[in-house]
């Protein structure tokens, strides 16, 4: 089998979601580094494995895909039997797993990325962060936490008892974000804080900063 490559950025949030995919299954890869500051990803050939010119993107053989969340499901289905196993075989667990990847998507991941592009990616550029949008977006953000901690507290994991793609999609951002005052957001919901602290702490997480550190 082709040894799939990874096109992205290691500051990226993206990309970093499917290279903790890869280490949790234990999966050797290729990483292809995407030079964003000078635009790469907005031209050929980037355009060619992703039209959106968004890290990150995949291949392994002739299979191309984009999208994170699409290539860590691909990966978990295709790599099943290989280390941490991220997905249910049973079509009721599968469906809860769907619902809690579905709300990292879209209740989860619109707050926090805008508080991380706010907070972390602006200034890291010398743009200045925008006090209004971080107000509203950390009032986003309580909400849906404290949906997460009342989950929690009856579930060591979002998904069930296991880990699975549901937590680990939520990696990148919280990472991010636990660098910065939103911290206390997480912080002061004990189910969550605990959840955040095992989550964070997995090695495959750890092999993914201690790659971006040495970048
Ligand atoms: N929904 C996409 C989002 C990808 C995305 O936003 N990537 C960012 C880096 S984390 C990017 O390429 N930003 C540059 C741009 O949008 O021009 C995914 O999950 O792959």
């Known amino acids: 089998m082709a040894v799939p490559k990874v096109h992205g ?9 499917v290279v903790a995919c890869l280490h949790e299954k234990g999966i050797a890869f290729e990483f292809s580094p995407v030079d964003m500051r000078s635009g790469a990803h907005k031209k050929e050939p980037f355009l060619s494995l992703n039209p959106f010119g968004q890290v990150p993107a995949f291949e392994e053989g002739d299979l191309k895909l984009f999208e994170s969340r699409a290539i860590t499901k691909y990966i978990a289905h295709e790599y099943q039997e290989s280390g941490t196993e991220l997905i249910y075989k049973e079509p009721k667990k599968m469906a809860i797993l769907a619902v809690w990847m579905e709300v990292e998507a879209h209740q989860f991941d619109p707050a926090s990325s805008a508080l991380a592009w706010e907070l ?6 010398g ?8 107000e509203q977006n950390e009032a986003k953000l309580s909400k849906v936490l404290d949906v997460y901690e009342a989950r929690l507290s009856e579930s060591k994991y979002l998904a069930g008892d296991c880990f699975t793609l549901a937590d680990l999609h939520h990696l990148p951002n919280i990472n991010c974000l636990m660098g910065t005052p939103v911290k206390k957001l997480f912080e002061s919901r004990p189910h969550v804080n605990a959840w955040c602290s095992d989550i964070l702490s997995r090695p495959a997480w750890s092999k993914v900063l201690e790659t971006q550190k040495q970048s």
């Open 120 to 125: 972390v990616f602006k200034p890291m550029f």
């Open 127 to 134: 743009m200045t962060t925008d006090a209004a949008t971080v």
């Open 9 to 17: 950025s290691v500051f990226s949030t993206a990309t970093n979601r």
